[in-house]
C-alpha cells in the first residue's frame, strides 16, 4: 500500500472518529505532529518506544482493531483522541503499529492474532494472560523493528508525515471556520 493511500485510509477513520465522539482529535494530532520530528531526531526504536511508556496497552489494541479492520466506532474509542497532555499517545501507537505492519514489518500485525484469548478456566488469569500476551506482541513488533531500523523508517517516513499532515487538516485549528 502506498504511503498517500495508507494515510488517507487512517484519515478515513479519523473523520469517523471526530464525527461519532463529536470532539476534536487534539491529542492525536498533538502525537502524529510530533512524532516524525522525534523519529528523525531519535530513531524510529527510541521514538517509537517513548510513544509505547505513554500509551496503555488495552488501549492500544482497541485502537489498532479500529485502524486495521473495523468501521465500526465504539464510544470507548474517544478516551484517547481528545484534548490534554497526556491523550493521543495510545491512538497513535496503534495507528503506527499499522503502518509498520502495512510496511513490512508483519511482527507488528500479531495484535490482530486473538492469542489472548486461550482457553484458560480461571478469568482472572484470562486478563493477566491477554495483558502479557498482548505487550509480547509488542515488544516482538519493537524487536523486529530494531532488526532493521533504517530501513524501516525509510518505509514509514512518508506515510507518517503525510498523516501528521492530514491530521492536522482534521484538528480543530485546521478548521477555517466552525
Request: glycine fraction near 6%.
Amino acid at each position: 500500500m502506498k504511503a498517500s493511500e495508507q494515510a488517507i485510509e487512517l484519515g478515513k477513520k479519523l473523520v469517523n472518529l471526530k464525527e461519532e465522539c463529536k470532539q476534536d482529535i487534539d491529542g492525536y494530532v498533538r502525537r502524529a505532529v510530533d512524532f516524525p520530528s522525534l523519529m528523525l531526531s531519535s530513531g524510529l526504536v527510541s521514538a517509537l518506544t517513548f510513544y509505547l511508556s505513554k500509551s496503555n496497552v488495552n488501549e492500544v489494541k482497541k485502537y489498532y482493531q479500529y485502524w486495521s479492520r473495523s468501521d465500526e466506532v465504539h464510544r470507548e474509542l474517544c478516551n484517547d483522541v481528545g484534548k490534554g497532555s497526556s491523550k493521543g499517545y495510545s491512538a497513535y501507537t496503534a495507528s503506527l503499529l499499522y503502518v509498520l505492519k502495512n510496511s513490512g514489518v508483519e511482527a507488528c500485525g500479531m495484535l490482530e492474532d486473538s492469542r489472548e484469548k486461550k482457553d484458560t478456566k480461571e478469568e482472572g488469569n484470562n486478563t493477566k494472560n491477554a495483558k502479557d500476551s498482548l505487550a509480547n506482541a509488542i515488544l516482538m513488533c519493537l524487536e523486529a523493528v530494531e532488526n532493521d531500523e533504517i530501513k524501516v523508517e525509510k518505509r514509514v517516513v512518508d506515510t507518517l508525515v503525510r498523516l501528521k499532515e492530514i491530521s492536522e487538516m482534521l484538528s480543530s485549528e485546521g478548521e477555517s471556520s466552525e
